[in-house]
C-alpha cells in the first residue's frame, strides 16, 4: 500500500523501549486515522500481538513474534501532519522513547510504502461467500 503518511526511524541502542510502547504508538497511529501501519517487516493487523522475547539480557520486545530489532522503523499510511500529530502528543509515544534514551525522527512524505503482508489466516467457522459473475 502506498500513499501519503509517515516513517519514524527508532534508535534504541540500550533497548528502553517497552511492548506498552509500542502498543500506544500503534493505538496513537489508529486513533490519528492510519489505514496501513508497518513496524519493521511486520503488517500491523487487527489481531496483532505486542510481547516480549525473554533473552539472556533481558526483554526484547516482538511483534507478531518477531523480534524488534534497533534501529527500526515504522511506516503509516494516512494523513501526514495527523498521523505526526498524533505521535507527538505530549507524555506519548515520542515523550516515553526519548525519556528512555531511544533517538527517534519522524519524517513525514508525500508517499511512503507499506509493503508488508500478512497471510489469510485458516478459518475455523466462516466461510468465504463465492465470487459472483458480475453482469
Excluded at 73 to 89: C, F, Y
Amino acid at each position: 500500500m502506498t500513499g501519503p503518511g509517515i516513517s519514524v526511524i527508532v534508535d534504541d541502542p540500550d533497548g528502553g523501549m517497552t511492548q506498552t510502547m509500542l502498543l500506544d504508538a500503534i493505538q496513537e497511529l489508529r486513533d490519528a486515522g492510519a489505514e496501513a501501519i508497518q513496524v519493521g517487516s511486520v503488517r500491523v493487523v487487527a489481531s496483532s500481538h505486542v510481547g516480549v522475547a525473554e533473552g539472556a539480557g533481558g526483554g526484547s520486545v516482538t511483534l507478531d513474534g518477531a523480534v524488534l530489532v534497533p534501529p527500526f522503523r515504522i511506516v503509516a499510511v494516512g494523513e501526514p501532519d495527523t498521523l505526526a500529530g498524533g505521535l507527538a502528543i505530549p507524555g506519548g509515544f515520542l515523550d516515553s522513547l526519548r525519556g528512555a534514551g531511544a533517538t527517534v525522527q519522524v519524517v513525514e512524505g508525500d508517499e511512503v510504502l507499506v509493503d508488508a503482508v500478512r497471510p489469510t489466516p485458516d478459518l475455523r467457522w466462516a466461510e468465504p461467500v463465492p465470487a459472483t459473475p458480475s453482469s
